[in-house]
């Protein structure tokens, strides 16, 4: 197996001067859709007269069916009917959204949810059209920036649908979407190009029907077991069930010659090291966030925390997406000129900087804007690196599926990430308080440096490796 560049046929350099700024539309679509859930849990479970727990499912349902839906149309989208997947997927999310818009039952606002899930399986698929249409410098700088809009959306659209659920109501940010995903159904149908003439493939169906429930055991396990106890029966038989279809997958797709995933692709040092480093630091940002989102609003009568509302909460973020699309605007222009060997690991530096600043400065405000600052320069650099690994390690005909594969290695990174803080901050509770003392917040912090340590130094060290030739 060989390195692959980005290099593009000539016809390329045609592509309609909308398609960057369409594809980006497209992307912050997607961030509108994840900012529905975490900021309006408390919301959802008051008008719904339902538990927290059963509030956290309006979030939990749409991450999973977003994993489950990433490699069918990563797959999909590698073939000849690319812009039909792009388009079906989007109306898929605008009946979601519309569906969760009205005051119907809980139930339905959930099925809503699960639909508006399909829509965050697209930002492989948008990569992959930005590599196939565009020249390669314009291709690279598309997929930077494509890599950060997923921070630079939820750090505005955080606050954004905590100032509507304020004042219109949480339903209202469903409108919202459904109108953004109605505009942005137009644009791929004028802006987005036909796919490149190929061979349509067999489809892997059983890879699929194994891949697709095991990955949602893992995520049910990951996303529940702080609630259900991690030696509780029920997270257990997940995790086993995981283990079993997952390993069988795993095994079917190194055998079969049409797979879902090309697994053999993922040994190329540049992939290899993407997923791997995505994985860990995945897990290490999403913890960062998670404690800070939660840190915020713990009342002052703790004797620490800061007491503020959602909105305030919301407005944290901001910085992080500030700094995420400035270093990647600065990524873009550098172009090919840093090696990733360099940029992966200052970025992975920079947010280990952010959770050092967590773990001995956070008593005041502003030291949570210039955490979530620094923060965002190490995600900005990071994410703005990954998807490119994955590029050049793969053939232009399979670049939708590898970024797919990506994009679920990130997706249980964070899982992993939000699971571990719930459990070490669980650990730290005392009852009756339903609060964990401060010294949880920097244990935390403390292991997601590590996790940032590891991603650091192993994605250096996977990239060194010599690239694997096919038997």
């Known amino acids: 197996m060989t390195s692959v560049s980005l290099e593009q046929p000539s016809t390329a350099v045609r592509a309609p001067r909308a398609l960057t700024p369409t594809l980006v539309y497209i992307g912050l679509l997607i961030a509108v859709v994840s900012s529905l859930g975490a900021p309006l849990i408390p919301t959802v479970a008051a008008d719904y007269d339902v538990s927290l727990g059963s509030a956290q499912w309006s979030v939990t349902l749409t991450l999973l069916v977003g994993a489950l839906a990433s490699p069918v149309v990563g797959k999909l989208g590698d073939g000849p009917w690319r812009r039909q997947v792009l388009l079906t997927a989007l109306v898929v999310l605008l009946a979601g959204s519309v569906l969760a818009a009205f005051p119907l039952p809980f139930a339905l606002m959930l099925a809503g949810r699960a639909m508006q899930g399909v829509g965050l399986a697209l930002l492989p698929l948008l990569m992959s059209v930005a590599r196939d249409n565009l020249a390669p410098d314009a291709a690279r700088a598309a997929v930077a920036t494509l890599s950060v809009t997923a921070v630079v959306g939820i750090g505005l659209g955080y606050p954004l649908m905590g100032l509507i659920a304020g004042s219109l109501g949480f339903h209202a940010g469903f409108w919202l979407a459904a109108g953004l995903g109605v505009v942005a159904i137009a644009l791929v149908a004028v802006v987005v190009p036909a796919s490149p003439t190929r061979v349509a493939k067999p489809f892997d169906v059983v890879g699929t029907v194994l891949l697709g429930p095991g990955i949602a055991c893992l995520l049910v396990g990951l996303s529940e077991g ?68 939660r840190y915020v609003q713990t009342p002052t009568s703790e004797s620490y925390g800061l007491g503020a509302p959602v909105v305030v909460a919301g407005l944290v973020l901001v910085p992080m997406s500030a700094c995420s699309f400035a270093v990647n605007t600065l990524v873009g222009r550098l172009g090919a000129s840093v090696s990733p060997r360099v940029l992966l690991p200052t970025g992975v ?12 400065a956070r008593s005041r405000l502003w030291e949570m804007f210039v955490v979530m600052g620094f923060a965002g320069l190490g995600t900005g650099l990071v994410f703005a690196v990954l998807p490119r690994m994955v590029v050049a390690g793969v053939p232009m005909e399979e670049t939708s599926s ?70």
């Open 226 to 293: 702080p609630v259900w106890g991690w030696g509780s029966p029920r997270t257990l038989v997940a995790f086993a069930v995981a283990a079993v279809l997952l390993g069988v997958w795993f095994r079917r797709e190194l055998r079969t010659p049409h797979p879902l995933v090309n697994l053999r692709l993922m040994r190329n040092p540049s992939v290899l090291a993407a997923n791997a480093t995505g994985l860990v630091a995945g897990v290490g940002m999403y913890m960062l966030m998670s404690m800070v989102i």
């Open 349 to 360: 530096g920079m947010f280990a900087v952010a959770l050092l600043l967590f773990a001995v």
């Open 402 to 471: 590898g970024l797919a594969m990506h994009q679920v290695l990130r997706t249980v990174g964070y899982s992993v990430g939000s699971a571990l803080s719930a459990t070490i901050l669980t650990a730290r509770t005392v009852a009756p308080s339903r609060f964990p003392d401060n010294g949880g917040y920097t244990v935390g912090a403390v292991v997601a440096i590590a996790l940032c340590v590891v991603a650091g130094v192993g994605g250096r060290l996977l990239q060194a490796r010599p690239v694997p030739r096919e038997p």
